[in-house]
């Protein structure tokens, strides 16, 4: 129901073991990591089907590829960090290269780890699973969208990274999400916000309080990285002339730098301000503090958007 | 090479007009650097028209310089960076077990490969899951890109490590046909366990100005040599036209 709130874990948790129990060709990964995953119910009532790794992250990729060229669809789901970082050649070689269909999900992606450390932070796995030809990057931006994306990439025919968070998250959507389609929140003439994954949340509050000070903003919800939906990016942003773009990742190698390049590449000639997490170390503290410390909440992406919208056109 | 002739030749459940046969038994080259002796035999298996090896090397070949499963048929993972193979290898027999599938798999590594710490995870990992459908081949020949594997990272006794992980071990000559196929006659009978048949083996065998010798990891003969080679190959294995292997 739009409004609630849910674990995002627990939602896809969920999601996947309920198709998982009808459908015997999927397989279930951990590394350590079945119950945080919310993988606990699938792992009593089919543990035949469940595979424990143990913290081995490159060999639980590899073997996911081997379980895949015996027709079994593979979904691991670990911490993000340690799910596409530490196993990137097994995740580019076994997984991208074999073009196997396997299910890797990073949970506790971005910044939603924000008190335990660098280490445990995703700031680049857009980014860095991006650049695996032939890989589909998903980051559903509320958990209907999460329950919607499990079912999509269980039935898409080929490897899927997905990302998401672990802190609770406000249903936005009744419906709606499609592999590869931006989803057109708000229509507007000014500004065109585009937000990915639980960014969203943030930007649609702040979209609502630059309405409210007469900025008529445009907000694409990107749910997919790639493939991106470049005709709606490129349709808006050739209206509004001014591109805002909002992430829970590193400034480079996610959402802005795409939009960007799609910009230029493209020849459409329009601002773009990258609001993201700076190319550095990430500090450490509660995840909403962190947030703030970015200038990622509601208030202060706002903010930004107004101050950067007023000096280039006042 | 002996041993993925014996793999293909008097082991393996395989067909080449089948590749794909959901019941075939499986074949990684987790080195695999050393996919030309398997495009040899899966030529000589008739996956792919003869021809074709006198394509290696050239521009969009479908024989790389190591194996690509999307462009040639037998192919079963796309190995080259090592430490992978054994894992895939790993969920390959989860998944015909889960099937209750009788297939097995297949692995070569290199023994110089078993430097890299993914082999380790996988090696406990087929050990944990009692994969008696899984048999590799360590081909210890001793020898690395850059000198012996003992001066590099040495990784022996191999059979006490293998068995300290709970694997059973079997030590071979790795050029001996018949050795070979004993140990795998050995492996098939083995109880809620994974296999490694440790095979002793000479890089180079066969060619002797190569025999032994490291810079044989990377040799591009000349013509002259190339000759030598084949002569001295055909003369070591007593091979004549048409004749084949003696088991």
Redesign the interface.
């Known amino acids: 129901m739009i409004g609630n709130f849910e674990d995002p874990r627990k939602t896809f948790g969920e999601e996947v073991c309920r198709i998982a129990l009808e459908n015997r060709k999927i ?1 279930l990964l951990s590394a350590d990591s079945g119950r945080s995953s919310g993988f606990g119910s699938f792992m009593d009532k089919c543990p ?2 469940y ?1 424990e ?1 143990g913290i ?1 992250e ?2 639980m ?12 669809i ?1 979904v691991i789901c670990a911490i993000a960090s340690f799910i596409t970082a530490r196993n990137y ?2 995740f580019r ?2 997984i991208g ?3 196997q269909n396997v299910k890797i999900v990073g949970r506790n992606g971005g910044i939603t780890y924000s008190d335990l450390g660098t280490t445990h932070h995703s700031l680049d796995d857009f980014g860095l699973i991006g650049m695996i030809p032939g890989v589909v990057v998903l980051a559903p931006q509320d958990p209907n969208e999460i329950r919607e994306a499990v079912r999509a990439m269980l039935k898409y025919e080929g490897p899927v990274y997905m990302r998401i968070g672990n802190e609770k998250q406000e249903n936005l959507f009744e419906s709606g999400f499609e592999i590869g389609k931006a989803r057109h929140i708000c229509h507007g003439e000014d500004v065109t916000l585009i937000s990915a994954g639980s960014m969203t949340a943030n930007a649609v509050k702040a979209c609502r309080k630059l309405n409210e000070r007469d900025i008529s903003v445009e907000h694409l919800g990107i749910s997919t990285l790639i493939p991106l939906d470049c005709d709606a990016i490129l349709e808006s942003a050739a209206r509004t002339g001014f591109v805002v773009t909002v992430e829970e990742h590193y400034t480079e190698g996610g959402l802005g730098n795409k939009v960007g390049e799609l910009l230029a590449t493209e020849g459409c000639p329009a601002e773009l301000i990258k609001l993201a997490i700076p190319h550095d170390y990430c500090i450490s503290g509660p995840y909403s503090e962190v947030l703030a410390y970015y200038e990622l909440d509601a208030d202060s992406i706002a903010a930004r958007i107004e101050q950067d919208f007023k000096g280039v056109y006042f | 090479m002996d041993i993925v002739t014996v793999l293909y030749f008097k082991e393996m459940k395989c067909d080449s007009g089948a590749p794909h046969k ?1 019941e075939r038994d499986r074949f990684l080259l987790s080195a695999g650097h050393k996919c030309l002796a398997q495009y040899a035999v899966l030529a000589e298996k008739g996956y792919f028209p003869k021809p074709y090896l006198d394509t290696y090397g050239s521009l969009g070949t479908i024989l790389p310089g190591h194996p690509d ?2 462009k040639l048929p037998g192919i ?3 190995t ?2 090592l ?2 193979g ?11 077990r ?2 209750e599938g009788d297939s097995r798999v297949y692995v070569i590594m290199g023994d110089g490969e078993l430097a890299e710490g ?1 082999n380790w ?2 090696i ?2 087929a050990a944990h ?1 009692k994969l008696s459908n899984l048999c590799v081949f360590v081909d210890f020949n001793g020898l690395q890109i850059s000198g012996r594997v003992q001066d590099i990272m040495n990784f022996t006794p191999f059979k006490e490590r293998f068995e300290a992980f709970g694997w059973n071990v079997i030590t071979i000559d790795g050029h001996d046909m018949k050795q070979i196929v004993e140990a795998l006659e050995m492996a098939r009978v083995a109880v809620d366990r994974p296999t490694v048949i440790v095979a002793h083996t000479i890089k180079g065998k066969g060619i002797p100005f190569l025999e032994g010798k490291a810079a044989s990891h990377f040799w591009s003969p000349n013509e002259g040599e190339l000759d030598e080679a084949v002569k001295s190959i055909k003369i070591k294995a007593g091979l004549q036209e048409g004749k084949g292997y003696d088991w």
Do not use: C, W
Request: glycine fraction near 12%.
């Open positions: 397989v035949e089907r595979f790794f081995m490159q060999t990729t590899g073997a996911a590829s081997g379980l895949a060229s015996t027709g079994k593979p050649e097994m070689n076994d290269y074999m073009r | 959901k499963m999307n079963e993972a796309n080259g960076a430490g992978h054994l894992a895939i290898a790993v969920g390959m027999a989860m998944g015909i889960l099937d993914s995870e996988a406990a990992a899951y």
